[in-house]
Each structure stands twice: as structure tokens, then as C-alpha cells.
């Protein structure tokens, strides 16, 4: 065990699985680092963020491919090599680059195993960064995972904390299924305790990051930490809270969840994506399905306006959830009292 | 000042701990306690637990609220004579969290604590040495099925103020090797010896739990110039009985709601185990090969259901001293395994415990291991 970044955590978690399956391999733009360059040094670079360095010189040229900047090719390429036989790690980057490469996740990979009676497996993971906070702009800071949510035939992975992200990318790098796996950019400092043994973390299973009585918080990547910030400051004032990190959002752990909300009454989602369609309103829509009789407040979503994110450092801050939002959300819920009837 | 003021602390369960939380008094204010007497429930990352009073007095003040998290040193309560003033007490809580200090309670220990990775053969043993081994004897801890140096956190660090006590990760358990060969206490007894020989030791006081306690006795029949003495708690390999639902729970269970009834099963007082205690224990099963390395313990100690060794005939031709602990309320191994044996080995039987009466009767089983090995 050692403390770990979340960029070690997906680092290692990486060459771990490479080196226990000589089928892993690694495309994508400089994922081997700036090897196309004039400078001529090898894995200088290791990805836009510096999460894959180190992998080309320990796994060569083969199994760590730099690809053209046509995220149509190389994302077709390795849903095809996934379909027979190999298992590729692809690096989207940005994950606002989807726009260029949608088809062959949509249309193909996730549809293989269905539309070939499930003789075709497509064990394909693409990686992807996502997220605002970082002042990259409208372009490379969208939280888009309510999109590929809603795709049959994709699973999707969002951790929450170095340790979730390396047993979440090892259990998807094992799944025979095209998984997207997506990093909050801002996140990739962040450290903790992580072992250093490989580990996976079952997908469909949501980490109760803390328990309490008066509100459950439904929080998605990132979101969870700041969900666990707001509920050390509620707790002072007696407001106890639930925090739930799915960790997936498909599959959905729908019944911890609904459990939590039985318990608690009342709930609060935490949700960076834009706020139509997104995960908040389909956690929302789920507990006013089957859990309706439980609730003793009404549902709280804390989601950004329905814009491109901002650019500006003042406008982007408060596009964002913030502790401070969600603070003030749980103790709207919590405060809340039902009329009684005449 | 009229009276004595004594501060009561957050205490320091364990090597690793550095933080807790105050999770309920168990005494309101204005009650009188005698030393020994439990004040308050104390919960940290690994479990929850009593928290005994040090001294005699009257709880005067409950400084920290219930639900507060606190580092290790901070002022929790107060306890003072009943001569002694409010105002007095109310300086004495100012003074001390004017001069507290949070790190240095761990800055004392750290020195005297290390956690090392020692080779074994082809194995990497995780151990976690304390005390000084210029001044006191040597005593091993040997944890069961399941277990880690955790499982001794209420021992280790009481024992270390007095003697050099080494606490290991058996093979597939913790961060040692996830191999764990052929799974029987003959195989993890050779790992023991040769742990004790790369880490120089000539002999120690061993003290073994549950399959800890089996391993202990095969130690003790193959390599006696190596054990000075034995304590074993709540130990297999005395009996044939042995609660299935247990091991196969552990075994089996991969998330919290599964797991958590399986570790109730450990203790008398189902309290103790808390959400980091099951956290803990789910992630330790997510290493790669530790369910594997679990069943092939499991099949190797406890086929068919039964106990599959033997190891009462040890303590008939040991001659050394051997000490039994066990709580009565096993629900894994039963106590009656330590009837009829030899009249030289003394038997202690807790009341109101479960199979971990390290955890649960600490002050009394650290009293009884350090009087034993004194």
C-alpha cells in the first residue's frame, strides 16, 4: 500500500494489466508521448496529461500505438481488434472529441454482442477525460456521460478517488464488454491509499462513502467528494447524511440507492453534466417510480444551467456544483415539511 | 487548584491509527468512575471500540461531542474531584488545547514503529515491528483466517511499551504474498520459522489466534527451540467443530450487505463492527488472488465441514509454558475445545466475548499476556 495519485492509479493500474495479459494494448493520440515529434525522444510525454508515460519504454511500440488525429479510424480500429481477440485500451482524450467517433460506439461496438446472439465479446475500453474546473473551455469540459449511459450495450465507469479509479479500470479492462471509462481532469493530483497489488472493484455495486439518518446524496466522479465535503458541515449542525458514489452509471446500482432513500426520505443528486437528460433527472425519475411513498421532501437536483460551460475563471465557478450548493440543497430537503391536509 | 484534574484523551488504538471518532459516552456527566470503567465508544477506520477510563474520578466534562473526529492526543473529556471548580476545569481545558498539539503524539511513536516487507523465501511478508527489542523478549502475533496485523491493535501497541512484538501478515492475507502453498498450518508454521529466522530472532513468546493459534502449535511440535512460550486465543486445531456459515460467508460475501453479518459472527457485541471495519475487509478481498488463497486455506483446515487438524497432542509433550484465552460466547470455535487438557495450562474464559476477545476484552487479555510473559 502506498499513496498514489490518480494519475498513478490509472498508470499502474495500466501496466499491471499489460503485463498480466499480453493482449492489452494501448492507442491513441500521444499515449506514447510525443513520439511523432521532431524532438525524437521517446515517451516524453505519455498522453496529454502524462497518465500513460512510461508504458511505450516498457511495452514497446507494439502494444503502445500513437495514433493519427482521426478518432473515427483509430476508435473503429480498436473496436475491430477487440472483436477478434485483442483487448485495447483506446484514449479519447477529451471526451468532447466523441462527436468525431460516436458511430463506431454507438452503431458498432456496442451493439456487437447483441446483434451476433452474443457470439461477438468486444472487451474495448475507452478512456477519456471530462469535466469542467480546469479553464479549458466549452469544447474539452463537458461531463458527458449521460450520453454513453444511454447507449444499450455500454458500460460506464466514473470513480470517484485514486483507489476506486484503478479497481474500476482493472475490472473493466477485464470485462468482455466495450466500457467507457471516464477521468475528471481535475482529479488527476488527487491522492490517497492505493494498493499496489492489483485489484478490481465489481461494476453495478455503489460505495457508500459515508451513512447517515436525514439525507441520502446520489453524487457522480468528482461530485462525491464534494458531496462528502458538504456532509462534514451539515453534520456539525445534526444533519447526517448518505453519500452514494455508483461508480457506474450503467449498470446503475438502483438498489442501494432505493434502499438509501427508504431510510433517509429524502434526497439530494449531484450531477456536473448538462441538466436535461442527464443522471440527476434519471435518479430522480427512478425513486419518484418506485420509491415515492418514502419521500418526505421533495427531490433535490444540484446540476449546472442548461449552457456550454464557461470559459472565464468567475463564470465557470459558478456554472459548477459546489459544496456550498449542495450544502444548501440537503438543508432545503432536510427542512422541508409536508403540509397537512385540511 | 483544590483537587486532581485527569484529561481523558483520544486514544491511540493501534499503530496505525492517528484519528477517531467519538461515537457515544457512555456515562453522562457528573458520574463517578473508577479506573477501568468504560467512558465512551470510540470508532476508528478499523473498528469501534470501549474506551476505559484510566483513572478514578468524576466525569466532569465531556469536552468532545458525540460524532466529533478527533486526532490521537486531543482532550475528549475531563475527569476531576468533586472539590475541584468549574473555573479550574475550564482553565484546564484551555490550557491544554492551547498547548495540544496534534502531531505529536504520532511523532513519539513513529520511531519506535516500523512496517517493513521481509523476504521469506519466495514470499514477501508484511511486518510491523514495535517496542525494543534491546530491552524485552520478543513476542510474535500470528492472526487467523481472514485476518492482518489489524486484527492485534489493541495488543500490539500495549505490549511494545515493555517488549519487541512483531506482527505479520500470513501468506494470502494483508499485504503479504497472496500465495499461500498448500494452505495447512504445517506450511504457514515453516513460513513462521523461517520469518523468525530472517528477521534474527533466537526464539519468542508466541501468541496465536484462532488458525493463528494452529499454526502456533505446529511451530511449537516442529520447532520448540523457537518458542519460549505459547498463548493461544480462542485456537483451532484443539477441537473439530468449527461454524461453516463463517468461513464460507467470508468467503463468498463481495459487498458490504453479505459481509457484514459474516464478521458479526466474530464478536459477542455486534456494535464493534463498524462500516471501515467491512470497508477494510472488502477491499482486502479484491486483491487478486485472496479468495482463491482463502478457499485453499478453507479446504485444506476445514473439509467436509470439520476441523481437519489435530494438534492437542502438542500441549501434551510441549514443556514449555502454554496459555489459553477464549470468550465464551464463540460462535466460531467452541471453548469447550480447551477442556481436558493438561493441568499446567491455564484456561481463561471471558464472559460477554466472542471469538476475538483481543478486540474485545483488550485491557484483560493484554493484562493476561504481559503477566504470562513477564
Same mark, same amino acid.
Given at each position: 500500500?502506498?499513496?498514489?495519485?490518480?494519475?498513478?492509479?490509472?498508470?499502474?493500474?495500466?501496466?499491471?494489466?499489460?503485463?498480466?495479459?499480453?493482449?492489452?494494448?494501448?492507442?491513441?493520440?500521444? #499515449?506514447?508521448?510525443?513520439?511523432? =515529434?521532431?524532438?525524437?525522444?521517446?515517451?516524453?510525454?505519455?498522453?496529454?496529461?502524462?497518465?500513460?508515460?512510461?508504458?511505450?519504454?516498457?511495452?514497446?511500440?507494439?502494444?503502445?500505438?500513437?495514433?493519427?488525429?482521426?478518432?473515427?479510424?483509430?476508435?473503429?480500429?480498436?473496436?475491430?481488434?477487440?472483436?477478434?481477440?485483442?483487448?485495447? #485500451? &483506446?484514449?479519447?482524450?477529451?471526451?468532447?472529441?466523441?462527436?468525431?467517433?460516436?458511430?463506431?460506439?454507438?452503431?458498432?461496438?456496442?451493439?456487437?454482442?447483441?446483434?451476433?446472439?452474443?457470439?461477438?465479446?468486444?472487451?474495448?475500453?475507452?478512456?477519456?477525460?471530462?469535466?469542467?474546473?480546469?479553464?479549458?473551455?466549452?469544447?474539452?469540459?463537458?461531463?458527458?456521460?449521460?450520453?454513453?449511459?444511454?447507449?444499450? =450495450?455500454?458500460?460506464?465507469?466514473?470513480?470517484?478517488?485514486?483507489?476506486? $479509479?484503478?479497481?474500476?479500470?482493472?475490472?473493466?479492462?477485464?470485462?468482455?464488454?466495450?466500457?467507457?471509462?471516464?477521468?475528471?481532469?481535475?482529479?488527476?493530483?488527487?491522492? /490517497?491509499?492505493?494498493?499496489?497489488?492489483?485489484?478490481?472493484?465489481?461494476?453495478?455495486?455503489? !460505495?457508500?462513502?459515508?451513512?447517515?439518518?436525514?439525507?441520502?446524496?446520489?453524487?457522480?466522479?468528482?461530485?462525491?467528494?464534494?458531496? !462528502?465535503? &458538504?456532509?462534514?458541515?451539515?453534520?456539525?449542525?445534526?444533519?447526517?447524511?448518505?453519500?452514494?458514489?455508483?461508480?457506474?452509471?450503467?449498470?446503475?446500482?438502483?438498489?442501494?440507492?432505493? +434502499?438509501?432513500?427508504?431510510?433517509?426520505?429524502?434526497?439530494?443528486?449531484?450531477?456536473?453534466?448538462?441538466?436535461?437528460?442527464?443522471?440527476?433527472?434519471?435518479?430522480?425519475?427512478?425513486?419518484? /417510480?418506485?420509491?415515492?411513498? &418514502?419521500?418526505?421532501?421533495?427531490?433535490?437536483?444540484?446540476?449546472?444551467?442548461?449552457?456550454?460551460?464557461?470559459?472565464?475563471?468567475?463564470?465557470?465557478?459558478?456554472?459548477?456544483?459546489?459544496?456550498?450548493?449542495?450544502?444548501?440543497?440537503?438543508?432545503?430537503?432536510?427542512?422541508?415539511?409536508?403540509?397537512?391536509?385540511? | 487548584?483544590?483537587?486532581?484534574?485527569?484529561?481523558?484523551?483520544?486514544?491511540?488504538?493501534?499503530?496505525?491509527?492517528?484519528?477517531?471518532?467519538?461515537?457515544?459516552?457512555?456515562?453522562?456527566? =457528573?458520574?463517578?468512575?473508577?479506573?477501568? %470503567?468504560?467512558?465512551?465508544?470510540?470508532?476508528?477506520?478499523?473498528?469501534?471500540?470501549?474506551?476505559?477510563?484510566?483513572?478514578?474520578?468524576?466525569?466532569?466534562?465531556?469536552?468532545?461531542?458525540?460524532?466529533?473526529?478527533?486526532?490521537?492526543?486531543?482532550?475528549?473529556?475531563?475527569?476531576?474531584? $468533586?472539590? #475541584?471548580?468549574? $473555573?479550574?476545569?475550564?482553565?484546564?481545558?484551555?490550557?491544554? !488545547?492551547?498547548?495540544?498539539?496534534?502531531?505529536?503524539? /504520532?511523532?513519539? !511513536?513513529?520511531?519506535?514503529?516500523?512496517?517493513?516487507?521481509?523476504?521469506?523465501?519466495?514470499?514477501?511478508?508484511?511486518?510491523?515491528?514495535?517496542?525494543?527489542?534491546?530491552? =524485552?523478549?520478543?513476542?510474535?502475533?500470528?492472526?487467523?483466517?481472514?485476518?492482518?496485523?489489524?486484527?492485534?491493535?489493541?495488543?500490539?501497541?500495549?505490549?511494545?511499551?515493555?517488549?519487541?512484538?512483531?506482527?505479520?501478515?500470513? @501468506?494470502?492475507?494483508?499485504?503479504?504474498?497472496?500465495?499461500?502453498?498448500?494452505?495447512?498450518?504445517?506450511?504457514?508454521?515453516?513460513?513462521?520459522?523461517?520469518?523468525?529466522?530472517?528477521? %534474527?530472532?533466537?526464539?519468542?513468546?508466541?501468541?496465536?489466534?484462532?488458525?493463528?493459534?494452529?499454526?502456533?502449535? /505446529?511451530?511449537?511440535?516442529?520447532?520448540?527451540?523457537?518458542?519460549?512460550?505459547?498463548?493461544?486465543?480462542?485456537?483451532?486445531?484443539?477441537?473439530?467443530?468449527?461454524?461453516?456459515?463463517?468461513?464460507?460467508?467470508?468467503?463468498?460475501?463481495?459487498?458490504?450487505?453479505?459481509?457484514?453479518?459474516?464478521?458479526?459472527?466474530?464478536?459477542?457485541?455486534?456494535? *464493534?463492527?463498524?462500516?471501515?471495519?467491512?470497508?477494510?475487509?472488502?477491499?482486502?478481498?479484491?486483491?487478486?488472488?485472496?479468495?482463491?488463497?482463502?478457499?485453499?486455506?478453507?479446504?485444506?483446515?476445514? @473439509?467436509?465441514?470439520?476441523?481437519?487438524?489435530?494438534?492437542?497432542?502438542?500441549?501434551?509433550?510441549?514443556?514449555?509454558?502454554?496459555?489459553?484465552?477464549?470468550?465464551?460466547?464463540?460462535?466460531? *470455535?467452541?471453548?469447550?475445545?480447551? +477442556?481436558?487438557?493438561?493441568?499446567?495450562?491455564?484456561?481463561?474464559?471471558?464472559?460477554?466475548?466472542?471469538?476475538?476477545?483481543? *478486540?474485545?476484552? &483488550?485491557? $484483560?487479555?493484554?493484562?493476561?499476556?504481559?503477566?504470562?510473559?513477564?
Amino acid at each position: 500500500m502506498s499513496r498514489k495519485s490518480f494519475r498513478q492509479a490509472i498508470n499502474e493500474a495500466l501496466r499491471q494489466e499489460m503485463r498480466r495479459d499480453p493482449r492489452v494494448i494501448l492507442m491513441g493520440e500521444d #499515449v506514447a508521448g510525443g513520439r511523432g =515529434g521532431t524532438s525524437g525522444v521517446k515517451d516524453a510525454w505519455g498522453g496529454v496529461l502524462g497518465v500513460t508515460k512510461g508504458l511505450l519504454t516498457e511495452f514497446g511500440e507494439d502494444r503502445v500505438l500513437d495514433t493519427p488525429i482521426t478518432e473515427a479510424s483509430y476508435i473503429g480500429a480498436a473496436a475491430g481488434a477487440a472483436a477478434t481477440g485483442l483487448r485495447p #485500451v &483506446a484514449e479519447l482524450m477529451f471526451v468532447d472529441f466523441i462527436g468525431c467517433c460516436l458511430d463506431q460506439i454507438m452503431n458498432q461496438a456496442a451493439k456487437f454482442r447483441y446483434m451476433f446472439g452474443g457470439k461477438a465479446r468486444t472487451p474495448l475500453v475507452i478512456r477519456a477525460m471530462y469535466g469542467a474546473g480546469f479553464n479549458a473551455a466549452a469544447q474539452h469540459s463537458q461531463a458527458l456521460y449521460p450520453l454513453f449511459t444511454h447507449i444499450p =450495450g455500454l458500460k460506464v465507469v466514473v470513480p470517484s478517488s485514486p483507489y476506486e $479509479a484503478k479497481g474500476l479500470l482493472i475490472e473493466a479492462i477485464r470485462d468482455d464488454d466495450p466500457v467507457i471509462f471516464l477521468e475528471n481532469k481535475v482529479m488527476y493530483d488527487d491522492e /490517497e491509499d492505493v494498493p499496489d497489488e492489483p485489484y478490481t472493484i465489481p461494476f453495478g455495486e455503489a !460505495n457508500l462513502t459515508r451513512e447517515g439518518d436525514d439525507v441520502t446524496i446520489v453524487a457522480f466522479g468528482r461530485m462525491v467528494n464534494l458531496a !462528502n465535503q &458538504a456532509a462534514d458541515r451539515l453534520e456539525k449542525d445534526g444533519i447526517s447524511c448518505t453519500v452514494i458514489d455508483p461508480r457506474t452509471t450503467s449498470p446503475l446500482d438502483t438498489g442501494t440507492i432505493l +434502499d438509501c432513500v427508504a431510510d433517509t426520505g429524502r434526497l439530494v443528486i449531484v450531477d456536473e453534466s448538462s441538466p436535461r437528460c442527464n443522471l440527476a433527472t434519471d435518479v430522480a425519475a427512478l425513486v419518484a /417510480e418506485e420509491a415515492f411513498d &418514502a419521500l418526505k421532501a421533495p427531490i433535490r437536483r444540484v446540476v449546472p444551467p442548461h449552457t456550454p460551460v464557461p470559459f472565464a475563471t468567475v463564470l465557470e465557478n459558478l456554472y459548477m456544483p459546489s459544496v456550498e450548493k449542495i450544502e444548501a440543497a440537503v438543508r432545503s430537503v432536510a427542512a422541508y415539511r409536508v403540509k397537512e391536509e385540511a | 487548584m483544590s483537587g486532581t484534574i485527569t484529561p481523558i484523551t483520544m486514544p491511540k488504538f493501534g499503530l496505525a491509527m492517528t484519528e477517531g471518532k467519538l461515537a457515544s459516552w457512555s456515562l453522562p456527566v =457528573g458520574k463517578e468512575v473508577k479506573a477501568g %470503567d468504560e467512558i465512551a465508544d470510540i470508532e476508528t477506520s478499523k473498528i469501534t471500540n470501549g474506551y476505559e477510563s484510566p483513572a478514578a474520578g468524576i466525569l466532569r466534562r465531556q469536552v468532545a461531542p458525540e460524532g466529533e473526529m478527533l486526532p490521537v492526543g486531543a482532550l475528549i473529556g475531563v475527569l476531576a474531584d $468533586a472539590d #475541584v471548580s468549574d $473555573a479550574e476545569i475550564d482553565a484546564f481545558i484551555q490550557n491544554f !488545547n492551547d498547548n495540544f498539539s496534534s502531531g505529536e503524539t /504520532e511523532d513519539k !511513536n513513529s520511531d519506535a514503529t516500523a512496517r517493513k516487507i521481509v523476504d521469506v523465501g519466495d514470499l514477501k511478508i508484511s511486518v510491523q515491528e514495535s517496542g525494543n527489542r534491546e530491552t =524485552g523478549s520478543s513476542v510474535l502475533l500470528i492472526h487467523g483466517f481472514g485476518g492482518d496485523v489489524s486484527n492485534w491493535m489493541l495488543t500490539q501497541s500495549a505490549l511494545a511499551s515493555s517488549h519487541h512484538v512483531i506482527a505479520f501478515d500470513l @501468506p494470502g492475507h494483508g499485504e503479504s504474498t497472496k500465495q499461500v502453498g498448500d494452505g495447512t498450518p504445517t506450511g504457514f508454521a515453516k513460513t513462521v520459522e523461517d520469518l523468525i529466522k530472517a528477521l %534474527d530472532l533466537s526464539e519468542a513468546h508466541v501468541v496465536g489466534h484462532s488458525l493463528g493459534g494452529a499454526i502456533a502449535l /505446529e511451530l511449537a511440535k516442529s520447532a520448540p527451540n523457537l518458542v519460549k512460550s505459547l498463548i493461544l486465543i480462542a485456537p483451532a486445531g484443539l477441537g473439530q467443530d468449527i461454524n461453516m456459515n463463517f468461513i464460507n460467508g467470508f468467503i463468498d460475501a463481495d459487498r458490504r450487505k453479505t459481509l457484514e453479518p459474516v464478521l458479526q459472527y466474530l464478536v459477542h457485541d455486534k456494535s *464493534l463492527i463498524s462500516r471501515q471495519m467491512v470497508e477494510g475487509i472488502i477491499r482486502y478481498k479484491r486483491l487478486d488472488g485472496v479468495v482463491s488463497g482463502l478457499k485453499t486455506i478453507a479446504s485444506a483446515n476445514f @473439509p467436509d465441514g470439520k476441523q481437519a487438524v489435530s494438534l492437542r497432542s502438542v500441549l501434551e509433550t510441549f514443556d514449555k509454558p502454554v496459555q489459553i484465552l477464549w470468550g465464551e460466547q464463540d460462535e466460531i *470455535l467452541s471453548t469447550k475445545d480447551a +477442556d481436558g487438557l493438561p493441568a499446567t495450562i491455564g484456561v481463561t474464559r471471558f464472559p460477554e466475548t466472542g471469538h476475538m476477545p483481543q *478486540l474485545e476484552q &483488550a485491557a $484483560a487479555v493484554n493484562k493476561k499476556i504481559s503477566q504470562f510473559i513477564e
